[in-house]
């Protein structure tokens, strides 16, 4: 009888383990990290139109050279900010998210000086850069998106029962999200 327990025992630990969802949680934590590739791709993409962008406008001897400047050193810190699939904690997603926001300002400003110079604005390579980078911001949207519902997914199911119990055995940790930046529920005011 004893024996009989044993193997009932057995089987039953063998079947909640192998039931544990283990294979689920590695399953979705990859696809965060391929969601993650994708966002780090399309950030790559704006990041390497910008060079293209600023030789474009350098081309009017007269154009404000700080709002160049600011231009570059936001790219160059923004590129410098890597956060490894593995590290997706919310301060390294904060930290990315900052240097990103920093670099968007910075074309934000960009965009509206040039609207001082009608002949820039009507170059055509100026012009297809600027379709180019407003596919970019769309497609960044886009990932980012599909990176947080990814990691929603995720998050939710190692904190559910029985895989809350499993997941911090295994290293599953909760990941970041990105999130609006401080302010954007302020509309913005537009004045003629």
Do not use: H
Not at 107 to 122: C, G, N
Not at 163 to 190: H, M, N, R, S, T
């Amino acid at each position: 009888m004893k024996k009989l327990r044993n193997i009932i025992i057995l089987l039953f630990a063998a079947t909640s383990l192998s039931s544990c969802g283990y294979n689920t949680m590695v399953e979705m934590d990859e696809t965060v990290e391929s969601q993650w590739a994708q966002v780090e791709n399309v950030y790559q993409r704006r990041a390497d139109l910008i060079p293209n962008l600023v030789n474009t406008v350098k081309g009017y001897a007269d154009f404000e050279q700080k709002t160049l400047t600011d231009v570059i050193e936001a790219r160059a810190k923004a590129t410098s900010i890597n956060v490894q699939a593995d590290q997706l904690t919310p301060d390294n997603i904060q930290k990315f998210q900052q240097a990103q926001s920093q670099l968007s300002g910075a074309l934000s400003r960009l965009m509206v000086t040039v609207e001082r110079y009608p002949d820039l604005k009507a170059n055509q390579s100026f012009l297809e850069l600027q379709a180019q980078l407003e596919g970019t911001e769309n497609r960044i949207a886009v990932e980012r998106q599909k990176f947080n519902e990814a990691t929603k997914n995720y998050n939710a199911y190692i904190r559910k029962f029985p895989q809350l119990i499993y997941a911090g055995w295994f290293d599953f940790e909760k990941k970041g999200y990105f999130e609006a930046e401080a302010g954007a529920e302020q509309v913005p005011e537009v004045e003629f």
